[in-house]
């Protein structure tokens, strides 16, 4: 993530607060192999049997934070460059979204013992959500979000530390309840770069 100023982080002071365990995560990766290390062993002894549904709180509030940032930036910036790749924010968002839903449902899968034995899931990144969707698409698909990783809260409960065949390209394999968190983790890397895109927008009426 690298060094920033106060004021490029005084939006995950709330956060510190209201996603705790998730942050602290976020807060030890980097995209070398010692962050991602720690970022594995903080999750590890952060997401504990009966866990689920305080995870799910924590995602909660930093979906509550997406909404925010969407909701702060004029309409130019959702086509504005996102950060990721070539991606404009709209993709970036959608993209973020679509995590949210699939890697806490695989979760789920394996946690309700509904994994498939052919043809299983597979974390594939890097795949951007469609450039042209408005404001009002990308909530409508965080809302989708929110209702979906409470399904699969509720499937992954009291199987937090069981293991889970999903594997992902970075951070290899998770317990059924890291992966739930880990999307938390996801939505902040996105966040960071949504944050400093609205900032740059800062007397831009939305129109």
């Not at 930093?62 to 309409?75: F, K, Q, T, Y």
């Not at 394996?110 to 469609?130: K, L």
Request: with cysteine; glycine share 8%.
């Amino acid at each position: 993530m690298g060094a920033a100023t106060p004021a490029a982080t005084e939006w995950i002071i709330g956060l510190d607060r209201d996603a705790p365990d998730t942050v602290a995560v976020w807060k030890v990766l980097d995209d070398t192999g010692a962050g991602l290390n720690a970022a594995r062993r903080e999750l590890r002894r952060r997401v504990l049997p009966g866990s689920a549904a305080r995870v799910l709180a924590e995602q909660e509030a930093i979906a509550d934070a997406l909404a925010a940032v969407l909701g702060s930036m004029p309409e130019p910036a959702l086509r504005a460059p996102g950060g990721e790749e070539d991606w404009n924010v709209a993709q970036t968002f959608a993209h973020t979204t679509a995590a949210r839903r699939f890697l806490a449902a695989w979760a789920a899968m394996a946690a309700s013992g509904a994994w498939p034995s052919q043809d299983p899931p597979r974390v594939t990144p890097g795949i951007p959500g469609p450039a042209d969707a408005s404001r009002e698409d990308l909530l409508t698909l965080l809302g989708k979000s929110r209702a979906s990783m409470a399904r699969s809260a509720s499937q992954i409960a009291d199987h937090e530390t069981q293991p889970c065949p999903l594997e992902h390209p970075l951070v290899g394999h998770l317990r059924c309840g890291g992966w739930l968190m880990w999307t938390g983790v996801h939505d902040l890397m996105h966040l960071e770069q949504l944050q400093r895109i609205a900032a740059s927008f800062p007397s831009t009426p939305r129109r």
